[in-house]
Structure formats: structure tokens, C-alpha cells
């Protein structure tokens, strides 16, 4: 009889350096407190955020694989030989949720081609909080990634996704690296039309939490500091 392969675990974390159970359910704890073998991008910081949610786990006994964009594509197969020896796996996220903007996503791939059960865990998703708090469409909507930094290319892209939100009475999502969040939004508002509606939401679940939804007129006269401040923004056209 073949051994029962173990199955991969999604392991959410925080969005912020708040503490894990304000944000994350005693599932999560459990299920870290029984898996030795992990899948990261950032050691140090899955290391951290293990021992912090689970101060008596031995860090010794942690097998930790790093996937990143470093990561050669051939060697992701054998992160999950754990499963295969019948042992649980974590895929734990640098924030948030694993496989949503999330390169871990590669790995659950695998997985299901190796036939090893997936398990996804409850957690914060700033792209989902974000949506939730908008006001804007929660029914249809597209999660866009990063728009190009080309500034000439950006305001293209900002209109397309203008035009696509009215067309198709759809929720445009985006995100942007935090030390260029300033300059996103005054592209939004020299870019846009003045009555379209536009979510910023940074810094979600923790004590600086900013979620506002105004026209695009509206933030022009909005003074805002979105500095290096993690952030999601939403658009759609009406």
C-alpha cells in the first residue's frame, strides 16, 4: 500500500507588524505548530513571523525553501518531497495571502499536478479588504498588478482601465511599489476623468489604516502622504 501523501498548506500572514491573532484565526497557529517544512520568499521574516505566532515551535527543526524571483524553476518540484513522504507543507506568504499576487502560486500549480491536496487557510487579502470597502463593484472586477512606470505608458494604462470600468460596469484593481504611491495618484488625477471614483486603501488592518473612495476631483484637493505605505488602488467609471 502506497503511504498517503501530505498535503500543502496556504499559510496567510499579516499586512503589517501587528499581532498575528488580531488578524489571523487559531487555525493558523495550529496548523504552523504541526509543519517543519516551508516554502518562503524572505527566510528571515517567515522565520520571524513563526516565531511569533508560535513562540515554543523549534526553529531548529524548520526546513525552509526559498521561492523568490531568484528561484530556478526546475528546483520547485522538490519542495513539495516533503508531501510525497506523507509530511504537511506551509506555503507561507511575505504578506498576506500565498498565490494572490503571490509567487507562490507556481507551487500550488505543481501540486495539483502531483495530485497533493491543497489546503488554503483563512487570512487577510488587501486586495479583497480593499474591494470590500470601496462602495465599487464586488461582483465583476479585475485584479491588474502593477501598471507599466513608464510615465507615458501608465496614463495609457489608467485610461484603458477607465474605459474597460465603464464599458463593463467593472472594478479596476492595481497596486504600485510604496515609494512610488505619490506619484501614482497624481497620475490618476492628471489622467482620468474628474467624476471617476477612485479607492486608496493602504496600510489595511493595522493603526494607520487609510480606506477612502472619492472622485477624482475630490483628491485633487485631498492632501494625502502615501510615501512608502503599502496600498491598493481601485477605479471605476460610472
Known sequence: MSKLKGKLYLIPTRLGENQPLEVLPISVKKIIEQIDDYIVENEKTA????????????????????????????????????????????????????????????????????DIQVVPLVGPSSILLALMSSGMNGQNFTFNGYLPIDKHERKTSLKRLERLSFEQNQSQIFIETPYRNNKMLEDICASLNKNTRVC???????????????????????????????????IQKD
Not at 53 to 60: A, L
Open 47 to 114: 522565520r520571524r513571523f513563526i516565531k511569533k505566532i508560535s513562540s515554543g515551535k523549534s526553529q531548529q527543526s524548520l526546513n525552509i525553501h526559498i521561492l523568490n524571483k531568484y528561484t530556478d524553476e526546475s528546483d520547485l518540484p522538490s519542495f513539495l518531497d516533503g508531501c510525497l513522504k506523507g509530511k504537511p507543507v506551509g506555503l507561507l506568504s511575505e504578506a498576506g495571502c500565498p498565490g494572490i499576487a503571490d509567487p507562490g502560486a507556481d507551487v500550488v500549480k505543481i501540486a495539483h499536478e502531483k
Open 200 to 234: 486608496i486603501a493602504c496600510d489595511i488592518t493595522l493603526a494607520t489604516e487609510y480606506i477612502k473612495t472619492k472622485t477624482v476631483n475630490e483628491w485633487k484637493h485631498t492632501n494625502i502622504d502615501l510615501h512608502k505605505r503599502p496600498a491598493i488602488f481601485i
